[in-house]
């Protein structure tokens, strides 16, 4: 059973930056999509990024241009760089593994999740 822990979560003041890890521990994820999700108070989680076995990458409207996914499979580790801050990302930040080595909307074991507060 894999178990996902994500850090780097904190308050970071509009425009600034921060760099999210998700560390896996059990079996390789190198073979999995990986992907991140987030959930902000009183609304759905949502689709942040995510990243196929290969590195390809996709990226939700609301990022695209300001957030970067990246993987490390040696260290079956995944990474959300995420620049120009906006008080619109604050919430919880979950990181997932796919089922499949391309993203798709299966994923099958989840982070306990980290806060991310962006002040304005």
């Known amino acids: 059973q894999v178990q996902l822990v994500e850090s780097g979560g904190g308050l970071v003041q509009a425009g600034g930056s921060l760099r999210l890890t998700c560390s896996a521990s059990?079996?390789?994820?190198?073979?999995?999509?990986m992907g991140w999700f987030r959930q902000a108070p009183g609304k759905e989680r949502e689709f942040v990024a995510a990243i196929s076995a290969n590195s390809n990458t996709a990226y939700a409207d609301p990022v695209k241009g300001r957030f970067t996914i990246s993987r490390d499979s040696a260290k079956n580790m995944v990474y959300l760089q995420m620049n120009s801050l906006k008080p619109e990302d604050t919430a919880v930040y979950y990181c997932?593994?796919?089922?499949?080595?391309?993203?798709?909307?299966?994923?099958?074991?989840w982070g306990q999740g980290t806060q991310v507060t962006v002040s304005s």
């Open positions: 997932a593994k796919g089922k499949y080595a391309i993203p798709t909307t299966h994923y099958d074991n």
């Open positions: 059990g079996p390789a994820l190198s073979g999995n999509a």
